[in-house]
């Protein structure tokens, strides 16, 4: 994979970012990545976030386009629609990427060269590696909920990820072609769980490399009670289909 010839999709899902998006797309077009593009996915936001992206789109067509999509039915889907939009674009590289600036996008070139020199599948921005952080205004009931979700996951599935609810990856295109992202299931954060379950059980390599995890600084939690049962049950119901 030369580093020259190869493309990078960073798939961005919104709802409601139109203050985030802006400043996100500056962060990623101040890397200087070759080859790195940002696909937004809006869920047709009533903010307008839609027609921001549109306009960063239009100032700059070679580092921004956009997926709008008519319906808000959750996070995986549109992460299904925009990994496959990119795969279909012929991506060497697929990068999950919150709009909301929790996700440092200066570890982006780590994650992308961790990817490239070694026989990593993916690459996980993770907060419970040695040198990773979460926020520090994280209330500690949202600490003691991500620790307790990360002992549960990898109990159940045997994992073996620190950081295994992570929503920013880096993904070489094989890995995603061979673990069918279309066919998942599961939605909000379950998702992210059975897309590492997925990878682990076809024999590609889970790397984790540190990130400070920032708490949103504009904008609402998606962080529902539904999206808190899915993701308990989930687990579950990956080792009841497998067995």
Known sequence: ??????????????????????????????????????????????????DVADELAAKAPDQVAVLHRTEKDGLGRAYIAGIGRALAEDADIVIQMDADLSHPSSVLPIMVETLRTTDAGVVIGSRYVEGGSAAAEWAWHRRLLSAFANVYVNTILRLHVKD???????????????????????NGYSFQVEMNYRTVRRGFRIAEVPIRFEERTIGASKMTLQVQIESALMPWKLLFKRS
Do not use: H
């Not at 593009?37 to 809006?42: C, E, S, T």
């Not at 295994?164 to 599961?186: E, M, N, P, Y």
């Open 1 to 50: 994979m030369g580093e020259s010839s190869s493309k990078i999709i960073v798939v961005v899902p919104t709802y409601n970012e139109r203050d985030n998006l802006p400043v996100l797309a500056g962060l990623l077009s101040d890397l200087q990545l070759p080859g790195l593009r940002m696909l937004v996915v809006d869920d047709n936001s009533p903010d307008g976030t839609g």
């Open 164 to 186: 295994a609810t992570a929503g920013f990856k880096a993904w070489k295109a094989d890995t995603l072609r061979a673990i069918d992202v279309a066919s998942i299931q599961s």
